[in-house]
């Protein structure tokens, strides 16, 4: 038994593509995304930071980089299904966090699995960094799904996407770093050149100023 097993299942997360089953003009995969998130989270701990919080980056860092390893198990499900039900999301996570487990009992030496059972663990939890993990999540969402608006993809569940994903980061809008995606980066999100601009433009604006947002 050694670490082996883990560092070559690294791999298998190039091959899972996230949104399967839907047309898109580019593909990300698992791995993909979670270098993203560690990179989003990098810079909404900063913004954090700056705002007088102190963050655990530590935390933070294996929190984002560790958010999706558990796919590798059973691949990267349509988020339509995966929250068709609360009792079908509590279900899916059971089984993740049983074959996890199970992968570090029988895989990982036993001195390091206290380290990684936590790190293969639920991250999205009420510590800031679970908080900053939930919001670059759906940032790495946002502009998957913006990327294929922007590319003309005629697959209506792209802009579905975009709206779920905008929705739950307003939901954490008490975050400084949230208030600030909103403020600065979203804005140049929307001035990039594309054909659906002024439809996206609008819908963005009716998110923002629906009943509830503001608060």
Same mark, same amino acid.
């Given at each position: *038994? ?5 560092? %070559? ?8 593509? !996230? ?52 796919? @590798? ?15 079908? @999301? ?8 049983? $074959? ?18 936590? !790190? ?10 679970? !908080? ?30 975009? %709206? ?14 949230? %208030? ?5 980066? $979203?804005?140049? *999100? ?8 002024? %439809?996206? @433009? ?5 998110? $923002? ?7």
């Amino acid at each position: *038994m050694g670490m082996h097993q883990y560092l %070559q299942s690294l791999s298998n997360l190039e091959t899972i593509q !996230r949104a399967p089953g839907f047309f898109k003009y580019q593909n990300h995969s698992v791995a993909a995304h979670s270098f993203k998130v560690a990179e989003t989270a990098q810079f909404l701990g900063d913004v954090e930071e700056n705002a007088g919080q102190t963050v655990n980056w530590r935390a933070l860092y294996e929190k984002a980089l560790n958010h999706d390893y558990n796919e @590798r198990f059973i691949g990267d499900i349509k988020t339509p299904v995966k929250y068709a039900t609360p009792t079908l @999301r509590s279900m899916l996570a059971d089984v993740e966090h049983k $074959l996890s487990q199970n992968f570090v009992d029988n895989e990982i030496p036993a001195e390091f699995r206290a380290a990684y059972s936590s !790190r293969l663990s639920e991250g999205k939890d009420d510590t800031l960094e679970g !908080r900053i993990l939930s919001v670059a999540d759906k940032i790495d969402l946002l502009y998957e799904s913006f990327g294929e608006i922007q590319k003309g993809n005629p697959e209506p569940v792209f802009t579905d996407i975009y %709206q779920e994903s905008l929705k739950t980061i307003l939901s954490f809008q008490q975050l400084a770093s949230v %208030q600030y995606f909103l403020k600065a980066v $979203l804005p140049e *999100m929307l001035a990039e050149p594309f054909t659906n601009q002024d %439809q996206l @433009r609008t819908l963005t604006h009716q998110i $923002l100023a629906a009943p509830g947002q503001s608060d």
